[in-house]
């Protein structure tokens, strides 16, 4: 798959580099091409860097894991999006994002021409998105959205990344409880001294 990354920090970042493991096409989008965080990137053979635009029209998939308060400035330099599947792994944090907006995705959608965009990826800490195995289970992931077609891309991207299923909760009015779900995280990992090193699985029986 050819995958636009915008953002290429720590999520976006840990996320490229399992990605082009196993085989997909990675285009980070950029400001300056000479100089970003994450150059590193580049050090695989199925990483090329771009400007924002041109990564997008390069690609089938876009993932935004820019700050929040970008959200709309950002969206808006993608360019054409349409029949591009956009996957948002943002959060807004400490009230810190697009103005107006109870999540980060309500601005996309509203910024942009496809609707096929869903929230994965937002969940858990790039920690675990580089290392996803405890002992022998490895840890789930969970995706939000209307669009089927959305949900399969970014279950399939989920389970290349090396989370063992992703779960759909539900469509676009589960937005916010994804946002609020990465807060339970957060809480128990920074506010409730537990640590980074802890994520979710489903259990059945």
């Known amino acids: ?37 994450g150059k590193e990137l580049l050090n695989n053979p199925n990483t090329k860097a771009f400007s924002i635009a ?9 993932l ?14 993608l360019g054409d999006t349409t029949g591009k ?12 994002g697009p103005q107006g907006y109870k999540h ?18 937002n969940t858990t800490g790039y920690n675990n998105m580089q ?28 389970k290349d990344a090396g989370f063992a299923e992703c779960y759909s909760i539900g469509g676009n009015d589960k937005f916010e409880l994804m946002e609020q779900f990465a807060w339970f995280w957060i809480n128990l990992a920074m506010f409730q001294g537990q640590g980074r090193e802890i994520g979710f699985k489903l259990l059945k029986r």
């Open 131 to 158: 290392n996803t195995n405890y002992g022998n289970l490895a840890l789930d992931a969970f995706v939000a959205g209307d669009s089927e077609k959305g949900k399969q891309a970014a279950i399939q991207l989920a």
């Open 64 to 77: 935004l894991s820019t700050p929040a308060p970008l959200t709309v400035e950002i969206v808006k330099s």
């Open 104 to 121: 980060t995705t309500g601005a996309i959608l509203d910024n942009t021409q496809t609707k096929d965009v869903v929230k994965c990826f």
């Open 1 to 37: 798959m050819k995958i636009a990354i915008i953002g290429t920090g720590n999520v976006g970042g840990a996320l490229a580099t399992k990605w082009a493991h196993k085989g997909h096409q990675i285009n980070l989008g950029v400001r300056d091409i000479n100089n970003f965080k």
């Open 54 to 62: 041109e990564a997008v029209k390069n690609s089938e998939l876009i």
């Open 85 to 96: 599947i956009i996957i948002d792994a943002m959060n807004i944090v400490m009230n810190r």
